[in-house]
């Protein structure tokens, strides 16, 4: 029989037994499970948060396989919130987790609390909905987005996500590791802030690589 403080043992060395038992009453929602949402995934499915809930409509696809990294050859055409929970319930005996195969809409009908919701969609509108139904349900959401060499993540907690302009971005083309690496902060920012550690709130992080590839990292309050 598998004990947490030998699954969770490194995580217990660094914030001890209390703040890790914490975390499985945690109950997160990701939307998406495209290359952030796998990502997040990996990230925090091992983490000991106690339920995840995946929500994604859609199916995995051959040119999706390179940067969504819970995804192989095998699972062409699976429904990708399936196979996400499956890889989380393969890798963490102590998880909860379900697939929402649904649009957002959908998903945002149905009774259910969360102590945290991710954002790893690829477009503003249902970001303008996330944002909306967090604020109905009291529940910060941390937002991501990557394009090509650069990023963007902010964790919504009183500011409004209706400052960004909804024009019609011809979303360009991006690399795993770029996508990754957005993903990390923004898991990073979710398990800091449910164990109960410091995180700044409200403020949008901006990461890019410049043209001599330095990454470059500018912090810019978000008005209420």
């Not at 000991?48 to 809930?53: L, S, T």
């Not at 929402?100 to 102590?115: A, Q, R, V």
């Not at 990557?146 to 500011?159: A, L």
Request: proline share 2%.
């Amino acid at each position: 029989m598998i004990k947490t403080t030998d699954y969770f043992n490194r995580q217990i060395q660094l914030w001890g037994k209390e703040v890790q038992d914490s975390l499985k009453d945690k109950k997160i929602a990701i939307i998406g499970s495209g290359g952030l949402g796998c990502s997040l995934a990996m990230a925090l499915g091992t983490s000991g948060i106690g339920q995840i809930d995946i929500v994604d409509f859609d199916t995995v696809g051959l040119h999706n396989i390179h940067r969504q990294i819970a995804f192989t050859l095998n699972d062409e055409n699976r429904l990708k919130a399936e196979v996400v929970v499956e890889l989380m319930k393969s890798k963490n005996p102590f998880i909860t987790a379900n697939a929402h195969t649904m649009d957002f809409e959908s998903f945002s009908k149905i009774e259910n609390s969360y102590d945290l919701i991710l954002d790893a969609t690829d477009n503003l509108q249902t970001r303008y909905e996330i944002d909306k139904y967090a604020r109905e349900k009291n529940t910060p959401w941390i937002y991501a987005s990557v394009e090509e060499f650069n990023g963007q993540v902010c964790f919504f907690n009183n500011s409004s996500f209706q400052i960004f302009n909804n024009s019609d971005h011809q979303v360009g083309g991006n690399i795993a590791p770029m996508v990754m690496h957005i993903a990390s902060l923004q898991a990073n920012l979710a398990l800091r802030y449910l164990a109960g550690l410091n995180i700044v709130k409200d403020k949008l992080y901006y990461l890019y690589f410049n043209e001599e590839g330095e990454l470059i990292t500018q912090k810019f309050d978000m008005p209420k």
